[in-house]
């Protein structure tokens, strides 16, 4: 049963920018962690932001680069990647897990609704 709905993914060339956004009708965002992860063929899923009630966390490989938000009216959240490279070429997950006062994990395990994803290619 799919909780989360991502959308946006698509082809861009390197340098290039994308803004992936994710909503439910099930879950209420502002009331979660929320977090945006991406799998590569071949490698582990990893975690690249979160965002809770502290702000927001980031992976050192997209810091400077990416920008997550969520719009609570529209119970939306949002993934602004800009100066995409080809590594980021993955498929994008967006997840939600237990709303927390501290800094929001990285760590897939901490989320408990995913969706399907959605895929992001950059070319070269």
């Known amino acids: 049963q799919v909780q989360v709905v991502e959308s946006g993914g698509g082809l861009v060339q390197a340098g290039g920018s994308l803004r992936l956004s994710c909503t439910s009708s099930?879950?209420?965002?502002?009331?979660?962690?929320m977090g945006w992860f991406r799998q590569a063929p071949g490698k582990e899923r990893e975690g690249v932001s979160c965002?809770?009630?502290?702000?927001?966390n980031y992976a050192d490989s997209v810091k400077d680069r990416f920008t997550i938000s969520r719009d609570n009216a529209k119970n939306t959240l949002y993934l602004q990647m800009n100066s995409l490279k080809p590594e980021d070429t993955a498929m994008y997950y967006c997840?939600?897990?237990?709303?927390?006062?501290?800094?929001?994990?990285?760590?897939?395990?901490?989320?408990?609704?995913w969706g399907q994803g959605t895929q992001v290619t950059v070319s070269s």
């Open positions: 099930k879950l209420t965002f502002e009331y979660y962690t």
């Open positions: 965002i809770n009630r502290s702000g927001g």
């Open positions: 997840a939600a897990g237990p709303g927390t006062a501290s800094k929001c994990s990285l760590r897939s395990n901490g989320y408990g609704y």
